[in-house]
Structures are given as structure tokens and as C-alpha cells.
């Protein structure tokens, strides 16, 4: 359904119904997580994704993987294989850490550079 703004864009698909935030419950599922591992990844109580799914650092940190995953999805072509390596794959320039694990560290803007070094041919 086109917005007033236009077709809705990648990150809508995240929304939770009628806010102004993402959805712990559809992030989680997309990446895989169960609402705890989703908690312990963006270091807050576990019950923050339920009980105030709009704290900021939950927030914060769903907006960062969604970042590095519309980066990766740019290269990949495809957001599930995108999805995938995020979680998966071992990224030698950051000591084998994955990209789920430099988001956690707060790293996402060295990884999305990275990808997009990567993508120019510019690294690896």
C-alpha cells in the first residue's frame, strides 16, 4: 500500500501497528530471536521488549541491525541471505566477529563502511 509519502519503504515492514517504533516481535523473528536473546542483545532487561518495546536503547539497537542489514541486503540483493550473514558470517577484518556481534558492541557504522568498501571493491 503506497504511503502519502510514497510506497512504503524496507524498514515499515518493522513497524509496530499504529506507533512511531519498531516492533521487537518482528525484528525478532526475522533475524531468528527469541524475544530474550533480542533483550541480551541490545542489553536490556528481558522483559523490556514486551513491557516497553519503545525504550530507547531497545530501539537503538534495532535500528542499528536494520541498518547493517539494509547495507548488506544492498550488496546480497536478497534480505533473508542478507539476514543471514549478518548473524553468521565471520567478518575478517573485525578478528572473525560477526556483524550481530559488532552491532552489540555498538560498532554498526564500521560495519556498514565496511560493507560498503566492500561493495565498491575498495576492501577484502
Do not use: C, W
Request: charged content about 25%; glycine content about 6%.
Amino acid at each position: 500500500m503506497e504511503t502519502m509519502l510514497g510506497p512504503p519503504t524496507f524498514i515499515e515492514r518493522f513497524r509496530e501497528p499504529n506507533t512511531p517504533y519498531l516492533s521487537p516481535t518482528l525484528v525478532g523473528e526475522f533475524f531468528g530471536f527469541r524475544i530474550q536473546e533480542l533483550a541480551e542483545r541490545a542489553h536490556v532487561h528481558r522483559n523490556t521488549p514486551t513491557a516497553r518495546p519503545q525504550s530507547p536503547q531497545l530501539q537503538k539497537y534495532m535500528q542499528e541491525m536494520l541498518r547493517v542489514l539494509a547495507a548488506a541486503s544492498e550488496m546480497t540483493g536478497d534480505t533473508e541471505r542478507a539476514a543471514f550473514l549478518v548473524r553468521n558470517e565471520p567478518l575478517k577484518a573485525f578478528g572473525y566477529k560477526t556483524a550481530d556481534i559488532l552491532v552489540q558492541e555498538g560498532r554498526a557504522d564500521a560495519v556498514i563502511a565496511y560493507l560498503e568498501s566492500l561493495a565498491s571493491g575498495a576492501a577484502g
